[in-house]
């Protein structure tokens, strides 16, 4: 019936992104309380496709918070299109199971209900008095009044994502679902849901396809930052942790709207409201096709330039992934591997501290091949216990962010 339900599988068509202005409120800073902005949930965009025939429709997003907060904001993003994109009416609530919604508050965005934001642009929205509780999922739906002939969304989320019919009209407000008639896994337009919360900061993990959770469990929130706010939470609670991971992402290089590490570090790290650390895993993607001394290369710099904004950085080790289903280990990609790891645990000043997730999960018997309990069956991406895996895995307090954890 609809374009939209059939184009994950099609070739996606890329578009350059363009450079735009930004619709936002003037910045709140930071509160005379000790508490700021910090994200509580991000991710990346990541694709843009065109679309015909979508007006009138409105689409609801299911997202898990980490750090919980007095007052919330959302960030949306119109990065990767040619035509601007008109927001007539956007809500955020906690969610009631499903599509349903407990009670949505309305969002305004320089005091007024509707936005349209450039192509290339993004917008914020002024903030609302939810209390947002951690570990627990929000919901964020967006009313598309006018014709959309672009989406720019994060394709591969892992999450139902529910939407109404063409021409069913604005249905952000309801609290029943029941408008909802069918779902896409991708989150449109939204890049990211900010709390005013102690100052404790938050880390963002930047990575591929396996920071962002492919294979692990849909609708459950099983990625390893997840499970990684989890145990923050329980003993600094004032913590964010956002997921940047891009599937098929790559540190060397990049394509329209897949950038490299490197190129989309400002956007997805760096900007983050709070941030105070960086997990850096990439490389697998670049071990194809680039030297172990270029992906080092590409790695320093990202850990300078987090460091020139007062960033800590963890680095996490590449894990083993031969005999993967879809090919690309040689003994020459497992070399380079081993280079590469072997520069992330002893990188000198480069990263603050590491996180050996190839030793969490590859198979002590063979250490080239990922461990049969982690496997999600392909040989390199991690299944629910392995993202487990990771998540345990990181000592706490090399990530910098104050007493109390261990």
């Not at 929205?125 to 006018?146: E, Y």
């Not at 069956?377 to 216990?385: I, R, S």
Request: net charge negative; glycine share 12%.
């Amino acid at each position: 019936m609809h374009g939209i339900r059939g184009r994950l599988a099609a070739l996606l068509l890329a578009v350059s992104a363009v450079v735009a202005g930004t619709v936002a409120p003037a910045e709140a800073g930071q509160q005379g309380d000790g508490r700021g902005w910090t994200g509580t949930w991000a991710t990346s965009a990541s694709e843009h496709y065109e679309i015909s025939g979508m007006s009138e429709v409105t689409v609801r997003m299911p997202v898990h918070t980490s750090v919980g907060g007095s007052s919330v904001r959302i960030r949306l993003t119109n990065a990767y299109a040619t035509d601007p994109v008109t927001i007539g009416h956007a809500t955020v609530g906690l969610r009631d199971g499903g599509s349903a919604v407990a009670r949505p508050y309305d969002l305004r965005f320089g005091g007024k209900r509707a936005v349209t934001i450039p192509a290339g642009g993004q917008a914020v929205s002024d903030p609302v008095g939810l209390a947002v509780p951690a570990l627990t999922d929000l919901v964020v739906s967006l009313h598309l009044p006018g014709q959309v002939t672009h989406i720019t969304d994060h394709w591969w989320a892992q999450q139902t994502v529910y939407w109404t019919d063409y021409g069913a009209g604005d249905h952000a407000a309801d609290t029943s679902g029941d408008a909802y008639t069918w779902t896409t896994t991708s989150w449109p337009f939204l890049s990211g849901v900010d709390v005013t919360a102690p100052r404790t900061g938050s880390v963002v993990a930047l990575g591929d396809s396996i920071t962002d959770g492919s294979y692990s469990t849909a609708d459950t929130n099983q990625r390893w930052p997840d499970l990684l706010s989890a145990r923050l939470n329980a003993c600094l609670p004032g913590a964010g942790v956002l997921n940047a991971g891009i599937t098929s992402n790559r540190i060397t290089a990049g394509t329209a709207t897949n950038p490299s590490a490197l190129d989309r570090l400002e956007r997805d790290v760096l900007s983050q409201p709070g941030a105070r650390t960086l997990i850096l895993f990439e490389g697998i993607n670049d071990l194809g096709g680039a030297s172990a001394e270029q992906i080092i290369a590409g790695m320093t710099e990202i850990a300078d330039r987090a460091h020139q904004r007062g960033m800590r950085v963890v680095g996490a080790t590449i894990t083993p992934y031969k005999d993967f289903t879809w090919g690309g280990w040689t003994e020459e990609t497992e070399t380079r591997r081993q280079q590469v790891n072997a520069f992330v645990r002893n990188s000198g000043k480069v990263f603050d501290d590491y996180a050996d997730f190839d030793r969490a999960v590859r198979d002590p018997a063979d250490p080239q091949r990922l461990g049969a309990a982690y496997d999600s069956g392909d040989h390199l991406h991690p299944n629910d216990a392995g993202m487990k895996a990771f998540a345990d895995s990181i000592d706490l307090t090399s990530l910098g962010l104050g007493r109390g954890c261990s």
